[in-house]
């Protein structure tokens, strides 16, 4: 029988002995097996931090997410590979397709998040703030690649997503990882991770992974470290309380498997759409991936003068799932991941049938279809039935990690609410109404102990993503029970792997240390107008001051007319007592597009292709007719674009800082203008 690898320190190596066998989830079959023993888990995270972190970190978020995307487009080449090995995992098409596409669309959605990021390697994070009245000292906060190296243990049940979705995050926020997925299905990690290694695309030491035990990995790790885990709440607490963790104060970021929950509106009845939506949702979710996720619905709430009509609609629904081997078309449930995820899921809803009984389903049988039952890993969907949520205990404290579900009354939305809290926390709850005040109140009255409410109706049927569908953008996590840990999340999921560190200092050094203009920094002259040079030729800090213009009385006058906006402020007919302005003021608008007549060199061609937005436009003071205005014109970051198509106009936009000063020197408004600008090569 074949061992799987380690690939460690830039080489595939074997663990030392016989190594834990691994089966084909289907057959029963032995695969392969697996083994760590004998590794060196001190050398391996050295090797991370010594030669996949300082490559990382040399490289910029755009280069970073350049890598993402090229390893993407790498492993859909491979896509059939996986999916004939991911069958064996006991997953079907649909299944798998979670599992791998959904995975490889992480390194997508992470790799087009860069462009919210500058190009180099560390960023800027939040407002600046200014210290001092004269302006000449403030404050910052910037975010850099910490320095060590990310360690991820997954869970079994998404042996590709449980490792793509969280490498995506921290190599684009510049720091390695260590992967160690679950054994029992570490045999399609590895074939992931095999084609990885072989594209060349990643620095070397940007990933490692470990097919076993993590051995005494946790006993290395420092405080520039962060580990992340997926699993069962029990595992997650004592990988936390591990004494190096808590000494080092290793940054851990848990996602526990939790009690997650549906509610169906009191509004809802047979005859709506909601209804459909409603026990399609609940079938998906026992069935999908066997019930083997951590997001499945575990607990079901239902008005209790509907609870016999959903039961009776659960179970004809239940009935049309074909379950067998997933290589067969008709299939729609595969098995569990192993004998032994069997073994414990039987051992847990013994547990839940001393205060609940089975209405859907056997403990002991299951037809199946192009295969063995007694000898894959295949397991009924149960549907059970507590009549009394509110004073059983076991309903919302065990989790059988399989296809199974539990049916519940309430009696009152606010019941309702108070039930699914007794799961105390939980990834996701989803509530399905048409009615948009039971939408506010449960989300407002349950989102305390979750990560995720899918408020589900007719308006999002077609496009919603589901209940147990965690998104590349939004966090992934929970409270309580759940791990208190947010994964994913897009910016807010990348800053967990930097250093969020407070600089002081003058608006000259936070510029150059940012690359971002600040207020008060000194200007540069350019030599010539910024818009006749190329985005190369521009420096951060080019400014130029423009001559002063009068606003006049005409001016505001023609501008109400041509613009059709005759508020009162701007008519010199208007009574001003009791306003906020002395007499006629000029158009907010009109001072910008006056900004924008003294800024921009509008007679000669120049590469400046297109005004491409305003962002952060206020207006600080009243101008009024008489009054002159100039621009303080500066330029404050460049953002390098790629090109789309070969023909495209090699290109980048440009930030300037527009602020618009009166005669006595006060500013009177202020914005960031964005340009799109062309490259000279």
Known sequence: MAALENYVMGKWVRGDGDGQALFNAVTGNAIATASTKGLDMASILHYARQKGNPALRAMSFHERGRMLRALALHLREHLDKFYQISYQTGATKADSWVDI????????????????????????????????????????????????????????????????????????????????????????????VKEIAASGILPDGALQLL????????????????????????????LKSHPVVLKENVPFTMEADSLNSIVLGTDVTPDMPEWDLFIKEVRKEMTTKCGQKCTAIRRIFVPENKIEDVQIALGKALAQTVIGNPLNETVRMGSLAGQSQRKEVREQVQKLLASSQIIYGSMDSVSVVDADATVGAFMSPLLLMNPQPMSSHAVHEVEAFGPVSTLMPYNSLQEAIALVKLGKGSLVSSVVT?????????????????????????????????????????????????????????????????????????????????????????????????????????????????????????????????????FYAHLDTT????????????????????????????????????????????????????????????????????????????????????????GTNEITGIATILTMVAKKD
């Not at 993590?214 to 885990?229: E, K, P």
């Not at 048409?434 to 009255?445: C, E, F, K, L, V």
């Not at 007719?625 to 090699?650: H, L, M």
Request: net charge negative; proline share 5%.
């Open 101 to 192: 596409e959904g995975g490889i669309g992480n390194l997508f959605a992470y790799a087009s998040l860069r462009r919210k990021f500058p190009d180099q390697p560390y960023c800027l994070d939040g407002e600046h703030h200014s210290l001092g009245k004269a302006n000449t000292f403030m404050g910052h906060h910037l975010l850099i690649p910490k320095e060590g190296v990310a360690v991820h243990i997954n869970a079994f049940n998404f042996p590709v997503w449980g490792m793509l979705e969280k490498i995506a995050v921290n190599l684009l926020a510049g720091v390695p990882a260590v992967v160690k997925p679950a054994t029992v299905t570490s045999f399609l990690t590895e074939a992931v």
């Open 211 to 238: 097919c076993g035990s993590a051995g005494d990995l946790l006993d290395h790790v420092q405080s520039q470290d962060i580990i992340t885990f997926t699993g069962s709440a029990s595992t997650g607490l004592m």
């Open 434 to 566: 048409n009615d948009p005040s039971i939408a506010r109140d449960y989300t407002i009255g349950a989102g305390t102990y979750h990560g995720r409410i899918l408020v589900l109706n007719r308006a999002c049927a077609k496009e919603n993503t589901g209940h147990g569908s965690p998104l590349p953008l939004l966090v992934h996590g929970g409270p309580g029970r759940a791990g208190g840990g947010e994964e994913m999340g897009g910016l807010r999921g990348v800053k967990h792997y930097m250093q969020r560190v407070a600089i002081q200092g003058s608006p000259d050094m936070i510029t150059a240390i940012s690359n971002v203009y600040q207020p008060g920094a000194t200007g540069i002259d350019g030599g010539a107008h910024p818009f006749t040079k190329y985005f190369e030729e521009l420096v951060i800090g080019e400014q130029i001051l423009t001559a002063p213009r009068i606003v006049t009385k005409e001016d505001i006058d023609s501008f109400a007319d041509l613009s059709g906006d005759h």
């Open 575 to 662: 009574n001003f007592e009791g306003t906020m302005f002395e007499r006629q003021v000029a158009h907010g608008y009109f001072i910008m597009s006056a900004a924008a007549g003294l800024f921009v060199d509008s007679y000669e061609k120049n590469p400046v292709l297109l005004n491409y937005g305003i962002d952060e436009l206020r207006f600080t003071k009243p101008v009024y007719p008489g009054d002159s205005i100039q621009v303080r014109f500066t330029c404050k970051e460049k953002i390098a674009q790629e090109k789309k198509e070969i023909t495209d106009i090699d290109k980048g936009i440009v930030k300037w800082l527009v602020e618009i000063i009166d």
